[in-house]
T-cell receptor
Framework: AQSVSQHNHHVILSEAASLELGCNYSYGGTVNLFWYVQYPGQHLQLLLK??????LVKGIKGFEAEFIKSKFSFNLRKPSVQWSDTAEYFCAASPGNQGGKLIFGQGTELSVKP | KAGVTQTPRYLIKTRGQQVTLSCSPISGHRSVSWYQQTPGQGLQFLFE???????NKGNFPGRFSGRQFSNSRSEMNVSTLELGDSALYLCASGEVLGANVLTFGAGSRLTVL
């Protein structure tokens, strides 16, 4: 069965620290990959996406992610986090031709201490 | 452009009742998907509609159903409510079928007593 797993459930960082959130998916065919963020009290927002092409994708607010096909991974990174990055982060995947069917990871709660 | 609009935002029902949730997608978007979010199970796909046809369905019992109208607005219905149906129900819209970026609404929070 298709699945997405996120390595960390809760990450606590100090401001200016670097961030890397792990994500692995299990699906053998063409897959589209996403990172969504849910700030406290707000709805899910797209951070970045990968459909094809350059495996290093850049998103909003200084986030980037790297697609490594051989490792079935799509890790999220940010060089220097801010207190405003406190949120829950979701990795998601959809089979290439089923864009409306996102399979989400369990989510990683990020707490950034000022 | 207005975002994805979901109504009602909050509702409380009792076991055995049924509920209907509504979703208006972004203007011009024809794909509507529904998701259930709970603390224990996370975000789970319910179903996807495109051009009034259900294109994909998740692993939920038949008590969960939906439909899409000609103006792309969608409704989902849950019959014979159970306590475990308490959740945030999210609607997402996309422009096309297939490789797609979904925009999510704020959700309808259902509490079943």
């Amino acid at each position: 069965a298709q699945s997405v797993s996120q390595h960390n459930h809760h990450v606590i960082l100090s401001e200016a620290a670097s961030l890397e959130l792990g994500c692995n998916y299990s699906y053998g065919g063409t897959v589209n990959l996403f990172w969504y963020v849910q700030y406290p009290g707000q709805h899910l927002q797209l951070l970045l996406k990968y459909f094809s092409g350059d495996p290093l994708v850049k998103g909003i607010k200084g986030f980037e992610a790297e697609f490594i096909k051989s490792k079935f991974s799509f890790n999220l990174r940010k060089p220097s986090v801010q207190w405003s990055d406190t949120a829950e982060y979701f990795c998601a995947a959809s089979p290439g031709n089923q864009g409306g069917k996102l399979i989400f990871g369990q989510g990683t709660e990020l707490s950034v201490k000022p | 452009k207005a975002g994805v609009t979901q109504t009602p935002r909050y509702l409380i029902k009792t076991r055995g009742q049924q509920v209907t949730l509504s979703c208006s997608p972004i203007s011009g978007h024809r794909s509507v998907s529904w998701y259930q979010q709970t603390p224990g199970q996370g975000l789970q796909f319910l179903f996807e509609y495109f051009s009034e046809t259900q294109r994909n369905k998740g692993n939920f019992p038949g008590r969960f159903s939906g439909r899409q109208f000609s103006n792309s607005r969608s409704e989902m219905n849950v019959s014979t409510l159970e306590l475990g149906d308490s959740a945030l129900y999210l609607c997402a819209s996309g422009e096309v079928l297939g490789a797609n970026v979904l925009t999510f609404g704020a959700g309808s929070r259902l509490t079943v007593l």
